[in-house]
C-alpha cells in the first residue's frame, strides 16, 4: 500500500509510451525486484490517447509482451467531471495485445465494480498463489483531477489486496 499511496502525480499529456518504458525498464528490472522466473502482469489506467513525442506506446508494449507469460490489461477511464471519453479503444487493444485484456470508458464512479473482472484475466485466479509480478501504470492527463487519481490509486491498492502473495514478494 505504502508504494502506491507514496507516488506523485503529474497532470498533463498523455505520456503512455514513456510509462510503459519506465514500467519495461526499470520496474520490471530483477534489480529493482522483479522476479525473473515470474510473468509480469501490467494494469494501465489511462484517461486518454497516447500523444507522447518520444516513445511509441505500441512499441513499448510490443517489447513487453514478446516474452508471452506477460500480460498487459488496460483500463480506459472517463472522468467524473463530465468529459467525454479521450481514450482509442483501437490504440488500448493494440497496447493490451487482446480486446479481452481491454476495459474501456469506466466511469471512475464504477471502478471499483471491475475489479474482479480485471483479477480474472490473471494467468491465475485470486487468491490463488501464483509466480507474477503485477504493475500498476496510473498514467492520467486532464480528465482525471488530481483527486479523481486517488480514486484510481485505491482501486490499485484494493485489486492489490485482493492477490496472495508469497514469502518473497515485494
Not at 38 to 50: K, P, Q
Not at 134 to 149: C, P, R
Amino acid at each position: 500500500d505504502n508504494a502506491i499511496e507514496n507516488v506523485t502525480f503529474t497532470v498533463g499529456l498523455t505520456y503512455m509510451g514513456e510509462a510503459l518504458y519506465v514500467t519495461r525498464t526499470e520496474v520490471m528490472n530483477p534489480s529493482n525486484g522483479d522476479r525473473a522466473f515470474a510473468s509480469d502482469v501490467i494494469i494501465l489506467m489511462t484517461d486518454g490517447e497516447s500523444n507522447d513525442p518520444r516513445f511509441s506506446a505500441i512499441i513499448e508494449a510490443q517489447d513487453i509482451r514478446q516474452d508471452e507469460s506477460n500480460m498487459i490489461i488496460c483500463i480506459g477511464v472517463v472522468g467524473t467531471n463530465g468529459q467525454s471519453p479521450q481514450t482509442n479503444y483501437t490504440e488500448l487493444v493494440d497496447i493490451a495485445g487482446t480486446p479481452d485484456h481491454v476495459f474501456d470508458n469506466v466511469s471512475l464512479a464504477d471502478i471499483s465494480s471491475i475489479i474482479d473482472l480485471v483479477v480474472a484475466q490473471f494467468p491465475c485466479q485470486a487468491p490463488t498463489l501464483c509466480a507474477g509480478n503485477v504493475g500498476f501504470v496510473i498514467e492520467t492527463s486532464e480528465v482525471m483531477a488530481e483527486n479523481n487519481i486517488r480514486i484510481a490509486e485505491d482501486m490499485a491498492i484494493t485489486m492489490a489486496g485482493n492477490l496472495t502473495y508469497s514469502n518473497n514478494t515485494r
